[in-house]
């Protein structure tokens, strides 16, 4: 059997926890890892002055693949986001993030099985920003006001948004090929082309050329706030979902939300060489270090991992696993409990113990 390398980034606050429970889940499998581990946040920047030193990055890209703990952003300015600087150093332009509800888990809605995929790299995130007052912005904005009918104010803030024909096309692309490769029936463009007519609209007019080379697939659209309002009415209706960045990172976190919230939420940024895996929510610094914080979405997110490494058995068996200790609700963690009660709960190293028996049984 193959022996994979990954880089291992333990990451901040609840971060080492949740990440060596889902280390020992991934060992229990049988499948070979030999596991890089390196640092990025507060650890890093302690250790190496940096919270994204170069070591990292070259290790990721060197093995291709990681899996990553969530990291704390330092508030202050000057430090640059280990999330952001990832993307952008490895070109992770995509970001899937599937909701599934599980039995077990508390949510809203019990039949929900969506697949978000988000570009990662450009639209309005892609970081090129003049601030209120400075020469940069009022170059820009005599710039644009020499050449638009619609005047901006002079001390405006301009933030732009960007959007490539040639990105647009790696995504749709990735989001029909996984929906292929997954078995999945739909594929959904979220967009708002009625108001950005040339960014978004290029993003709606490349996604249906796209679509056009995989006609086993059914393709449709959806202008971002009606998509929003169906996610709420009908969202049997609808399988991958795939959409430019800023409606991405808001409709991935609606639909973590419809299927039970942050805890039980995976993720994963894929490049065309390297893949970074890592649960959705954040470092939850005030459960930091109590062996309390709920394991399954970094565990998830390694099942995720298992799959896009083509071991596909394995990362259904994660999957299984996990549902089945959800579902059976003894070995928990508190916040996978009706009565939230800590006393009666499982720990986070007790709740991957659970998990490993399940997978060897
Ligand atoms: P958070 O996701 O850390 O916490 C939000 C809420 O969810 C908190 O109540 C937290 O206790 C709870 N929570 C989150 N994960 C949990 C888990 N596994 N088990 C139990 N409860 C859990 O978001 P935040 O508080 O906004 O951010 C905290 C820090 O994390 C910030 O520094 C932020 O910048 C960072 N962050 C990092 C990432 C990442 O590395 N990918 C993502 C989001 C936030």
Not at 244 to 266: E, Q, R
Not at 348 to 353: E, K, L, P, Q
Request: with cysteine.
């Amino acid at each position: 059997m193959a022996t994979y390398q990954v880089t291992l980034i333990a990451g901040d606050g609840i971060g080492p926890e949740v990440t060596e429970a889902t280390r020992r889940v991934l060992d229990a499998t049988g499948v070979g890892f030999e596991w890089d581990e390196q640092d990025a946040g507060l650890m890093a920047l302690d250790k190496h002055g940096d919270v994204l030193p170069e070591a990292t990055l070259a290790s990721v890209r060197r093995n291709g693949i990681g899996l990553k703990g969530p990291i704390t952003t330092p508030i202050g300015s000057g430090f640059r986001s280990v999330n952001v600087g990832l993307r952008q150093a490895l070109e992770l332009y995509a970001n899937l993030r599937p909701g599934r509800t599980m039995q077990g888990v508390q949510s809203t809605f019990d039949d929900i099985d969506l697949v978000i995929v988000r570009e990662n790299l450009e639209d309005i995130y892609a970081g090129v920003e003049f601030d209120t007052g400075t020469p940069e912005a009022a170059e820009v904005i005599a710039a644009i006001n020499a050449r638009s009918k619609r005047p901006i104010a002079g001390n405006a803030a301009i933030s732009i948004k960007m959007i490539t024909p040639e990105g647009s096309r790696r995504i749709v692309q990735f989001a029909f090929e996984y929906a292929r490769q997954n078995k999945r029936k739909k594929v959904t463009a979220v967009h708002k082309a009625n108001i950005m007519k040339f960014s978004d609209g290029l993003f709606l007019h490349v996604a249906q050329e796209v679509a056009k080379d995989y006609p086993d697939i059914e393709f449709n659209d959806r202008i971002v706030d009606n998509m929003c309002m169906q996610l709420m009415q009908k969202p049997s209706e609808y399988d991958v979902l795939v959409m430019p960045n800023l409606y991405g990172d808001i409709v991935s976190d609606l639909v973590a939300g419809m299927v039970g919230g942050l805890g039980v939420a995976p993720g994963g940024n894929i490049g065309k060489d390297a893949s970074v895996f890592e649960p959705i929510h954040g470092s939850a610094p005030t459960h930091a270090g109590k062996n309390e914080a709920n394991p399954t979405a970094m565990i998830l997110s390694g099942a995720l991992m298992l799959r896009h490494l083509g071991e596909r058995d394995a990362g259904e068996a994660v999957e299984h696993a996990v549902a089945a200790i959800i579902a059976d609700g003894t070995q928990v963690t508190y916040d996978l409990r009706a009565d939230r009660d800590p006393s009666k709960a499982a720990t986070t190293s007790g709740m991957a113990d659970a998990i490993i028996a399940t997978l060897r049984a």
